[in-house]
């Protein structure tokens, strides 16, 4: 779930007479909305004057924060269901952005190829889930769309399919959020140039030996839950190689950390 904004109250300091105290008033109780990291990190990969869909917005806080910040051109909310379409133009008119804000029921990115977007964020959903938006969207590798991707599982096959269907990743980042690390991934069409982690790695992202530490753990069970099974023996071999990637990786940052 996307997590939203906070109220802040906005002050008006009005003038008095010399021998008078200046008073401190409350206009009104305009919200501005405060993201979450994980939501902030991938809003702050947004250019200016960006045309920015929003797919899967649930709340929208992403599309309210963008427009209450004068962030983008325009903005797109998109959802496969009412549900989450109400909830994010409710959003939309707290934070008095509801006319900033267009609102579309659809599949993805189904039936948006000629709306001038120029940056798609996919936020908050498994990467087999991206990886089938962006399947259906293949317009968005041959326009030159900007994607900015913060999966919540299966990061590397999502990185693996971007490498081989023609999309390059320009920058990524890790961040801390409610205990948890998510990683915000940039990319576009382009070769393949390094992988998210070697990229972190690159970058001496200073979450990175922590983020390496989970997925390590993470692989651990899977190679423990294969051994179980004669009939994984190949799976097995693929996990434990990647494994043995993590755990090169993570002995690279035991020696920046020195």
């Not at 960006?50 to 917005?57: F, I, K, L, R």
């Not at 990467?127 to 317009?139: F, H, N, Y």
């Not at 004669?230 to 020195?258: F, G, H, I, P, S």
Request: hydrophobic content about 40%.
């Amino acid at each position: 779930m996307r997590s939203g904004g906070r109220d802040i109250p906005r002050f008006l300091a009005v003038s008095r007479p010399a021998n008078k105290k200046i008073d401190v008033i409350i206009m009104s109780d305009i919200k501005k909305i405060i993201l979450s990291p994980r939501l902030q990190a991938a809003a702050d990969f947004v250019r200016p004057r960006a045309v920015v869909a929003d797919v899967g917005t649930d709340h929208g806080y992403i599309p309210v924060y963008l427009a209450q910040n004068g962030l983008a051109g325009r903005i797109i909310a998109t959802d496969i269901k009412d549900g989450p379409l109400t909830s994010a133009r409710s959003s939309a008119e707290v934070y008095g952005v509801a006319g900033r804000v267009d609102f579309i029921r659809t599949d993805g990115l189904d039936g948006l190829e000629q709306a001038g977007i120029d940056t798609v964020i996919l936020a908050g959903m498994g990467g087999e889930t991206m990886r089938g938006i962006l399947e259906r969207a293949g317009w968005t590798r041959s326009q030159g769309l900007q994607c900015i991707l913060q999966p919540q599982t299966k990061c590397d096959e999502l990185s693996a399919w971007l490498a081989v269907n023609g999309y390059g990743l320009s920058d990524a980042r890790l961040v801390r959020d409610d205990g948890r690390i998510y990683i915000v991934l940039l990319t576009r069409a382009g070769k393949p140039s390094e992988t998210p982690l070697r990229l972190l790695m690159r970058k001496r992202d200073p979450l990175l030996p922590d983020y390496l530490d989970e997925l390590i753990a993470k692989k651990r069970r899977v190679i423990t839950g294969l051994q179980k099974s004669v009939r994984q023996a190949d799976e097995l071999a693929r996990q434990e190689e990647r494994y043995e990637v993590l755990r090169c990786l993570k002995e690279e940052t035991n020696v920046w950390q020195r």
